[in-house]
């Protein structure tokens, strides 16, 4: 039960949390927490989905939507749905905790170049640690999505507004971009990434932080914003 508890403890005591979570190397839990909200989250997003006017609205885009029989529109959209479950459950299953051994490894070699040397299990506590503030916001995204019959893209986008993308209306897509990158649920994970650094390293809390704010602006920077403005994306 120790185990449990001193994970999720983070959420109401950061600082002392944190430190005793990464101390006793407890990444395991925070790992499970972490695969099943995001799993939950994919799982009934896939069901609620009404997949017809985005798969239409994608088809149309392309321009293969003209000549295409009505059977073989209720093939896309099947299809879509079911890419959907299975994506949901994969994100969840391996994709975050893949996403936490690399952010380990990032975090050791930060700690290499800083000579700041600690060991793995360490680092990987922190990086799981730092996740469960995304765990929470799908655990929320899966309570909200509970509460509807059904929802289209745009509006699951929507149902839990962390960022400013969502509360920002009338931006261009390049500062939507921009906008979307400063969220509540991701900035708080890179506080928990600054203070488990910190803790694992023994690193002063300020300069974690601060070392954590620029790890995630540089990832914000090239995923959130250089790469989709690339793709022509918003």
Known sequence: MTSLVQPVRVFVDPFEG????????????????LALCVSASGTL?????????????ELQG????AGMSEADLSDNIQTATRKALVGGIAKGVFVMPLLALVLACVLWVVGWLFDRPAPFERLMSAAALAL????????????????????????????????LGVIIQG??????????AVDFFNLWSAGLLGLGFSAATGMSRGRALLLAVVLY??????MMIGLPGMGGGK
């Open 18 to 33: 944190t430190r005793t979570a990464v101390e006793a190397r407890r990444w395991v839990w925070p790992l499970l927490i």
């Open 45 to 57: 997003y896939s069901l609620r989905w009404d997949a017809a006017p985005d798969v239409i609205r």
């Open 62 to 65: 392309t321009g293969t939507l």
């Open 132 to 163: 469960l503030p995304i765990a929470l916001y799908h655990l929320i995204f899966t309570v909200c999505l509970a509460a509807q019959h059904s929802v289209t893209a745009a509006r699951a986008a929507q149902l839990v507004p962390s960022n």
């Open 171 to 180: 931006l261009s897509p390049k500062m939507l971009r921009v906008a979307s």
């Open 217 to 222: 602006a540089m990832f914000a920077g090239v």
